[in-house]
């Protein structure tokens, strides 16, 4: 492994197989940024960096998986991943063409609780086929950032590197009682700034 | 904090009843064609008629456009003469190692890590996989690669494999060294273990085809031929004899999409980059060790050691045993030195099918004994019956045929 | 009437009633209970069915498909 600076936060990119993750990992690594196979692992899985806003973030493009209970070998580097990086961020990838089985995903990696931020991509896609999908809406039900996004175009990419840093665990049992009517009396955070990255604020 | 599947699926029913919004959908030109290509009727036409394009262009760019056309001029009337006339002292063991026969007039029968090595690496390997790899990575990005998944899904299926398995057999035909990992996405190790052993067989990487090109391009089709049915025999064989379950196929099938200009360039470059950074040093390196081994009288002792099973068994030159250890560290160059060797047409054929299928070169080996070294040790166990049987086989149709 | 997967016609569409195996892999891919399913194709000599889920495309294996029960209208 390379040896990491203090600062420096590890992404997982997680998502279905075919849902563009390769694409975006490309545009939020940038041009300038060296996609490195890591020794002994060559194709296993990519990892590049993004500074944003002074922060550093080592963004891993793990191989895309339906579940975190792998049906084969490749969907198993998926969970070996999660288990390794405990400390690391989930950027969680969603195809919105075809977001219920990405939320199951989706949802499995937010029982682990650790901080998750979603990428809705695919956004023009789902355009074509006239799919809508209200991220708003969709934010304020996980509680956690969810940006729209079109990797092929770069669309929202920017947004998105810059809502990294409102990752945040979500809670399985407050998703629950939103869908089922109860709006949760907003937490109040220390120093919130009205950044919207929660559902808390709306 | 541990649901349920169901109450995964119930939690997602909801939010996408709340948050996602249908209207109707209107079917596109992608979509018939999507269809076209994945109904057997007019499918497995398309299929054939894209492996065939496939394979002819890349025959005519790798063979005729590139490696004809413009590299071995290049080599043999500009590079090889100069380095003949630069490098000092013809007699001297460096001049042997690097430049090889003084006396040659064309870069593959020079056979120095300078002249024949460079050419391999360059010359004609280069441009095979260059090509290839454009054109797989266009196939990868279209969305094509999971319907011809599904219509070759009934053949494979019969040897233990199912139709996703085409994935890693395609890419074996750049390298085998990513098919090897490839073969992570089928589900059981019975299905892993089969895939890996016919791969490291029976496919033959784009370096060797390009070779094969170049070299025997009016024996390619046999050889190919022979590999396709060792395949399939060993295939079935395989699935009879390896215990494990072969579960079907179950694939999402997308729809097609214009491979994007970016991500096509990008994949290409780091696919060919790899190639330079692996194969060229190899190809030097096992000239130089050839050479070495040459000049040390072990492929003598080693050729006469083997003399009798090459050439009452397999019906080959013991000649030839000097290119099978060469083959183990890189197939391309063992088929241009094959070439260099007087034989009859048939026994060309003969000894290019064992160059593919007896051991995988070095860098296979590596990744495969990352997947397990009881697998790699089986894989070797299978291998060793198969190049003895179909090597033997092989030899023996051609005696009832006539020509061998 | 209720079918299996396996037995549907071309085209031919219904309700997804019932999974009897591999539960978890179909709805991963969109194949749950009642979604709306619709045979698209099926390769001869037992080979796979293609069918359309949610406007999405699945190849399964024919053993599989004969465990998908469809309810049709």
Known sequence: MKEQSNNTTTILMVGNPNVGKSALFNRLTGANAVVSNYPGTTVDYTAGTLIEDHRTYEIIDVPGTYSLKPRDAAEMVAVRMLDEHRDATVLVVLDATKIERGLYLALEVFERGIPCIVALNMTDAAHDKQIAVDAAGLQRILGVPVIATTAISGEGVKHLADMIRKAQAADISAIRSRLNGQEQNRRSMAGCGGCSGCGGCR | ?404 | MQKKVSDLEYGESGIVREILASQHDLSCLGIRRNKHLKMITRQPIKGPVVVIVDEMEVAMGIEIAAQVVVEIA
């Open chain 2, 1 to 404: 904090m541990g649901l349920t599947a169901d109450e995964r699926w119930d939690i997602i029913d909801a939010i996408t009843q709340r948050t996602v919004g249908t209207g109707t959908y209107r079917r596109t030109l992608g979509d018939a064609l999507g269809d076209l290509t994945i109904q057997p009727l007019t499918g497995i036409p398309v299929a054939l008629g894209v492996l065939y394009a496939f394979w002819s262009i890349f025959g005519s760019f790798a063979g005729s456009l590139v490696t004809d056309g413009f590299m071995v001029k290049l080599f043999d009337s500009s590079w090889l003469p100069w380095l003949q006339a630069a490098w000092p002292n013809p007699d001297s063991i460096l001049y042997y190692l690097f430049v090889g026969d003084p006396a040659a007039d064309n870069c593959f029968e020079a056979f120095g890590a300078l002249t024949s090595g460079l050419f391999v690496a360059i010359g004609v390997v280069l441009p095979a996989v260059l090509i290839f790899y454009l054109m797989m990575t266009v196939l990868e990005d279209s969305g094509y690669l999971p319907r011809l998944a599904v219509l070759m899904d009934t053949v494979l299926h019969k040897i233990g494999l199912h139709g996703y398995a085409i994935v890693p057999a395609i890419l074996g035909l750049g390298c085998n060294v990513p098919a090897v990992t490839a073969t992570r996405i089928l589900e059981t190790r019975k299905q892993r273990f089969i895939m890996m052993s016919l791969l490291a067989i029976f496919i033959p990487c784009g370096a060797q085809l390009g070779v094969m090109l170049e070299v025997i391009p009016e024996t390619v089709g046999l050889v190919m031929l022979y590999l396709i049915i060792g395949f399939g025999i060993f295939g079935f064989v395989l699935d009879r004899l390896i215990p494990g379950s072969n579960p079907e196929i179950l694939i999402d099938v997308p729809p097609y999409r214009w491979p994007a200009w970016e991500n096509v360039t990008r994949k290409l470059w780091s696919r060919t980059k790899g190639f330079l950074k692996e194969a060229v040093p190899f190809v030097l390196l096992g000239v130089l060790i050839v050479n070495v081994l040459y000049l040390t009288g072990v492929i003598a002792a080693l050729a006469d050691l083997f003399a009798p099973l090459f050439v009452t068994w397999f019906g080959v030159p013991k000649e030839t045993v000097g290119p099978l250890v060469a083959g183990f560290l890189r197939k391309d160059l063992a088929v241009a030195q094959l070439s260099t060797i007087a034989m009859t047409p048939y026994q060309m054929i003969t000894s290019v099918v064992l160059v593919s299928i007896y051991f995988p070169c070095v860098a296979t080996f590596v990744v495969m004994l990352r997947e397990g070294w009881r697998e790699l040790l089986a894989a070797i166990a299978v291998l060793i019956a198969v190049v003895f049987i179909y090597g033997g086989l092989i030899h023996a149709i051609g005696i009832l045929m006539g020509v061998a």
